[in-house]
């Protein structure tokens, strides 16, 4: 089963990832690598004879590029530990990672079979739609050993502030699996004892069979009525006292009905009651609601700060290198932050060139340099080299943390709308009531005890369960087609939410535009080969970020050799092969033409002191934002708000046009007040938005989606996240939403005619139990069908399936 | 008629064994996660630690 006869050398792709090698130089016998971290995971495995990993999948691995050898000395800090330990004994620990690396079959199969590279762990077990793994091993060995055998085959678990994610989830599903096995068994079973009822055999010929099976029905009957139908009841008891009538006020009349009725019929006059109406509406309903909780385990809609932060931060200690976790941090650490990390408190600039990407935290789309002795705030990124940094706050007193402390945090965010299904059976119920007093007094003129049962008749009939299945099974379904299109929203209510939408705010950094991806426009006389190839030298040497864009740009090859030098704020002077270049902003490039620009993103550039022209540096739009902009200013009010400056503007009037409102320099706090003000004006707002520094926003907004490039990267607290991938098909989600509701009015008239029929025989007083139990299950499963497979066909005409 | 009364006692305890049997693999967790069971299954038993070199016989 040796997979090494595939001919992966041919496009030199990494054994390990799956990676465009650059060349074959890395390699182990005939298997390339991308990097030396991939070969080392490969390596591992590879003397454990664990190869297995690699025939269950092609190249399964995660690839270890410009990996550090990470430090876990914090993992031993008790207060860490209780984070991840579930259960412990003397003997062994058992521990919960988070991995949200793990996509295939083969991370399944390596994970689980950790206890082959270690004798201490004991056994490992992986839920691949929580993304979570747990591992039991005996106390020789140490979260801190676990985790890094975890990182060294390249599924570091995710470490950060987060809170525990408690298991209380998991009860509840339980609990909703019990009801709804009981419901199915009761009414099973009491459908075969009521099988005489359905023959029509009269009483006399059953020899007494008839008594006893009605009542084996009533007592299979109670667990169904206090236990499973229990929460109608209670829902509607509770809404009830709020003087409110959602849909479970007339469900639980109905129960409560069917049941009495049956009870009376059965006791006092020996007839076959309504019980199979009962445990079969209960049934139903349940099964209604189970495909309504569908939820997304591996994502998480409730996520802070604390989330983006890291567990653990490098420091310096006596000379040596040790990781604290940061919650300890206190002022006058010297904390060292690598390539990609982040600054978890407000710390001053000590040692190296700090160029600190922000764009997660206030929106800000290019990096920010920072010089030594420069204050830099918490949250931004360090890109670049290892920087060397001095805390001079804690973490709760940061910039950052304080921005969370905001009250919009704290509150519970709760839906204030009531959703059409309760606002129909509102209606329904009061009908339904009147309808029933009307005509059962007037039976009262002819005959008292018809009158009573055309009374409870007519409750039975119209209980309105394909009113409540037709809401959890049309959003249910397309939650599910959205979350097969990468749009995965918190829960079903949003589907009808999305409908009511007037305005739509997005954020610009990271939303509309592609984070750490720029557009470079040139303009000036023609670049030669020759004049590329000083420029590229030229900006080769400096770490600027506009530099290493400018870099990126031009083709060709450069040297590393020259004079060279670079004026902070001002540009880039070079001495190449006698030639001298410069590059930056206007007065430095060409003092006689004095036209200084202040916007950020252009750079002059100049060759022996003759000006040649100008690079623009424009945010990347995603691809297809023109085709979805022209679909939603069709019908949305469009608002854009930016941390970023105004140089911007010119392109997103291209997109939005100039009916759309455009504001820049918007500070979280601006943001969120911009979508309050909105909604006071009574707009419904969709915010959408990707970094901390929308969060306030996206909490304060009606619907706040969050994008993001990975659903497993963070994102802030949110009702729904968007892949990036996607983002194009965001008008046909709106459209979807809308669609769904149409669908869910259309099953509601449905309903109303199969009541009409049913109320036609209960008033007149010719309703049997056999007749309830026909139509109760046809209206139903009807109702299902409808909305499924309504749902299903629109998304498949619209390519969502 | 009246061995309808035993056969309806024996399908009433079949089924309540089944149901008892459900409520079984509800509470160990046999409904926490519906999917990593599925792939695991396919896994293909090893050898464990000695390396025997007949293991590749076929998929």
């Known amino acids: ?801 | 008629m009246s061995v309808i009364i035993i056969l309806i006692g024996f399908s009433l305890l079949v089924a309540i064994i089944f149901l008892i049997l459900f409520i079984r693999a509800v509470r160990s967790g046999q409904f926490d996660d519906k999917y990593t069971p599925s792939i695991r299954i396919l896994f293909d038993d090893e050898p464990k630690k000695d390396k025997d070199k007949q293991h590749g016989s076929s998929k």
Request: hydrophobic share 40%; with cysteine; charged share 20%.
């Open chain 1, 1 to 801: 089963m040796n997979s090494t006869e595939k001919s992966i050398s041919e496009n030199l792709i990494c054994y390990h990832c799956g990676d465009e090698c650059p060349d074959d130089k890395i390699h182990i016998d005939d298997k390339i690598f991308c990097c030396n971290g991939c070969k080392s995971v490969f390596s591992i495995l590879n003397n454990n004879d664990m190869c297995t990993y690699y025939s269950i999948s092609d190249a399964p691995g995660i690839t270890k590029k410009d990996e550090n050898k990470r430090n876990y000395d914090f993992l031993d800090d008790t207060d860490i530990k209780t984070k991840f330990i579930d259960f412990n004994d003397e003997k062994i620990s058992k521990a919960i990672f988070s991995i949200p690396q793990m996509h295939c079959s083969s991370c399944i199969w390596i994970l689980e079979n950790l206890n082959r590279l270690d004798n201490d762990i004991l056994a490992s077990q992986v839920n691949f739609l929580q993304k979570s793994l747990s591992v039991t091993y005996n106390n020789n060995s140490s979260l801190k050993k676990i985790v890094t055998i975890l990182d060294s085959i390249g599924y570091e678990p995710l470490l950060n502030l987060e809170e525990k994610r408690d298991s209380k989830n998991n009860k509840e599903f339980r609990k909703q699996y019990y009801k709804i096995g009981i419901a199915g068994f009761c009414f099973g079973n009491i459908m075969l004892l009521s099988f005489p009822e359905y023959l029509s055999i009269s009483p006399q010929d059953s020899h007494g069979l008839n008594t006893l099976f009605n009542y084996l029905n009533i007592i299979l009957s109670i667990p169904v009525f206090f236990y499973s139908g229990s929460e109608y009841l209670i829902s509607a008891y509770k809404s009830l006292r709020n003087k409110i009538v959602n849909i479970d006020v007339p469900i639980a009349l109905g129960i409560i009905v069917l049941f009495l009725r049956s009870l009376v019929e059965i006791v006092f006059f020996s007839n076959a009651g309504y019980l199979d109406s009962m445990t079969g509406l209960i049934f139903f309903l349940l099964i209604g609601k189970l495909f309504q909780t569908k939820t997304y385990d591996a994502l998480n809609f409730e996520r802070n700060y604390k989330s983006y932060f890291p567990l653990g931060i490098t420091i310096k200690k006596n000379d040596g290198e040790t990781t604290i976790p940061v919650e300890k941090i206190v002022v006058g650490n010297r904390l060292i932050i690598r390539n990609g990390e982040l600054i978890p408190v407000d710390a001053v600039l000590i040692k190296g060139n700090g160029t600190i990407d922000y764009s997660f935290v206030t929106g800000e789309a290019l990096p920010i340099k920072k010089e030594q002795g420069e204050v830099i705030y918490a949250g931004g990124k360090q890109t670049g080299g290892a920087i060397e940094v001095e805390s001079i706050k804690e973490i709760s007193q940061s910039y950052l943390t304080r921005l969370w402390n905001n009250k919009i945090f704290s509150k519970q965010k709760e839906m204030n709308s009531i959703s059409l299904a309760n606002i129909v059976s509102k209606y329904f119920t009061f009908i339904i009531l009147g309808l029933a007093i009307f005509s059962s007094g007037i039976w009262m003129l002819y005959n008292t005890n018809t009158a009573l049962n055309v009374f409870t008749a007519i409750l039975i009939v119209a209980c309105p369960c394909a009113l409540a299945l037709s809401t959890p099974f049309t959003s249910g379904n397309a939650l599910r087609i959205m979350g097969r299109n990468n749009f995965y929203l918190r829960n079903v209510d949003l589907i009808e939410e999305l409908t009511k939408v007037t305005d739509i705010v997005f954020d610009k950094t990271g939303t509309l535009t592609v984070s750490g991806k720029a557009n470079i426009n040139y303009e000036g006389i023609e670049l030669t080969p020759k004049k590329k190839h000083l420029i590229k030298s030229a900006v080769r040497n400096s770490t600027h970020p506009l530099s290493k864009m400018i870099f990126d740009y031009l083709d060709g090859d450069y040297v590393i050799t020259g004079k060279f030098n670079e004026i902070a704020g001002e540009g880039i002077f070079a001495e190449i092969n006698g030639s001298t270049i410069k590059l930056g902003s206007l007065i430095h490039v060409d003092k006689e033409k004095f036209e200084f620009s202040r916007e950020s993103s252009i750079v002059h550039c100049s060759i022996n002191e003759e000006y040649i022209g100008k690079f623009t540096i424009h945010n990347f739009y995603r691809e297809k934002l023109t085709d979805l902009a022209q679909e939603l200013k069709e019908k949305y009010y469009i608002h854009v708000l930016s941390g970023d400056n105004k140089s911007e503007l010119k392109n997103l009037k291209k997109f939005f046009g100039n009916d759309s409102k455009y504001l820049f320099g918007q500070s979280p706090q601006d943001k969120l007040d911009y979508i309050a003000a909105l909604q006071n004006t009574g707009k419904k707002v969709l915010m959408m938005g990707d970094g901390l520094n929308d969060a306030g926003a996206l909490r304060q907004s009606d619907i706040g989606i969050s994008i993001s490039e990975d659903k497993s990267n963070f994102s802030p607290s949110c009702d729904g996240i968007l892949e990036a991938k996607s983002f194009d098909l965001f008008t046909k989600f709106l459209n979807f939403a809308a669609y769904s509701k149409k669908i869910i009015i259309a099953s509601f008239i449905i309903s109303f005619v199969y009541n009409f029929f049913g109320l036609y025989f209960a008033i007149s007083g010719n309703l049997t139990p056999i007749l309830a139990a026909i139509l109760m299950p046809i209206s139903s499963i009807s109702i299902v069908i409808f909305t499924t497979t309504g749902t299903n066909l629109y998304a498949k005409r619209r390519g969502l399936i």
